[in-house]
């Protein structure tokens, strides 16, 4: 696994909670800073919660909805009561939750190894993905093999582009922007 983001470490909690060995590589340490991701969804909470998440634990922050602000207009829209999912959404800084996230996929049982930069993958002569080359510092790089290869690197994408994987230009994209007021 490459990538120890949100994306990444959930993939690896449920792999190694259901017995597979999970190596999962990530190019920082934590913790570290990001500046999306911030903003959690009732979705992505009730996922939090299935995953054994302490969302009561201090530096969680509680969202009744979203609010929009554009020149003088302003909306807020409430999070819908749906079912399974709870009515609230979550904030916590990057800074902190791609750290839980990751220890809680150590703890499930998967190898993390931070500091680790993967350079691309290797294939094998059908074209299939078998290994990843990552590099820890100034060392050479290193071919860790495997039986599946899952690229949760996000943006910079050092598996996809070279495997010949693009973003689809049609797709919409978003860029995240925040600022964080200290009370008082």
């Known amino acids: 696994m ?3 983001g949100p994306a990444g470490s959930s993939a690896a909690y449920h792999l190694a909670r ?3 060995d999970v190596l999962l590589l990530e190019k920082s340490r934590f913790p570290r800073e990001k500046v999306c991701g911030d903003g959690l969804t009732p979705r992505a909470v009730h996922q939090l919660i299935r995953m054994g998440v302490d969302i ?3 530096g969680w922050t509680r969202s009744r909805g979203m609010r929009w602000v554009a020149g003088e207009h302003r909306v807020h829209i ?3 009561a749906l079912g399974r999912f709870p009515d609230f959404g979550l904030t916590r800084t990057r800074h902190d939750f791609d750290d839980i996230l990751a220890r809680h996929a150590e703890a499930a049982g998967a190898r993390l ?3 680790w930069k993967a350079e691309g993958p290797l ?3 059908s074209g299939r993905t078998v290994d990843v080359t990552a590099s820890a510092g100034s060392a050479e790089p290193v071919a860790f093999r495997a039986p599946v290869v899952i690229a949760a690197d996000g943006a910079s994408a050092r598996l996809a582009l070279p495997m010949g994987l693009e973003r689809d230009p049609k797709r919409q994209i978003a860029t995240a922007a925040r600022r964080y007021y200290l009370p008082g």
């Open 18 to 20: 259901a017995g597979v």
């Open 113 to 115: 190894h931070t500091g």
């Open 78 to 80: 409430d999070w819908p």
């Open 2 to 4: 490459v990538g120890a």
């Open 123 to 125: 294939t094998d002569r």
């Open 56 to 58: 009561r634990a201090p």
